[in-house]
């Protein structure tokens, strides 16, 4: 039995070095061909530097939301997108003259496009602020959670740090919203002391 063992073994270890060279004969032939592939390209690679690219412009970012008396001055400027539309102000001429007041200084047309306009502002802005409440409602809700089923009190304490952060971002967000709210609610109030029809506000 041992005889039998250690003939074969004798018979691999023979196997095995016949073989290694062939091995070593084909890697030798692999280098070769890729020395010459690489001889043959003849054409470096371009390198690009910063002195290539073209300047690239800042992306363009909503604007921050406004407060209720620089909304004013921001639905002046949509009042263009709003003179555009058939029978607005761009046909009756109005349109020039707002941007005249505009840049002296005088107070803006306040015609259906300004409420509109002013009123769709502030109703985006609670949506928003709606939205993002409930999202960050339910990363606190997933991060309680993930509290209670760790052990390891490092990854509590961070957990529990994000969840702080979350919370006050919360507190604040809903502050936002009941002030969306109240400013909805004067604009409605301050447009019924002027008169306005309640068409206008929708």
Same mark, same amino acid.
């Given at each position: ?15 095995? &070095? ?7 004969? #084909? ?59 058939? &029978? ?32 769709? &502002?502030?109703?985006? +802005? ?39 952060? #979350? ?20 604009? +409605? ?5 002027? &008169? ?7």
């Amino acid at each position: 039995m041992r005889i039998k063992i250690s003939a074969l073994l004798f018979l691999a270890s023979l196997v095995g &070095g016949a073989v290694a060279p062939l091995f070593a004969q #084909s890697l030798a032939d692999v280098a070769r061909r890729e020395e010459e592939r690489r001889k043959a390209v003849r054409t470096p690679a371009k390198v690009i530097t910063n002195t290539d690219l073209k300047p690239v412009l800042p992306p363009e970012s909503a604007p921050p939301p406004a407060s209720p008396a620089s909304t004013t001055t921001a639905t002046t400027a949509t009042t263009p997108d709003a003179a555009a539309a058939p &029978g607005g102000a761009a046909a009756t001429g109005a349109a020039p003259a707002a941007g005249a007041a505009g840049a002296t200084g005088a107070a803006p047309v306040k015609d259906q496009a300004y409420w509109s306009g002013r009123l769709q &502002g502030l109703q985006t +802005q609670l949506a928003r602020d709606q939205v993002f409440a409930d999202a960050i409602q339910v990363k606190i809700s997933a991060l309680a959670t993930d509290f209670v089923n760790r052990d390891n009190p490092v990854e509590r304490a961070a957990i529990e740090t994000e969840r702080n952060k #979350s919370l006050a971002e919360l507190d604040r967000l809903r502050k936002a919203i009941t002030d969306g709210q109240k400013s909805i609610a004067d604009l +409605q109030e301050e447009a019924r002391q002027a &008169g306005v029809p309640p068409g206008w506000l929708r």
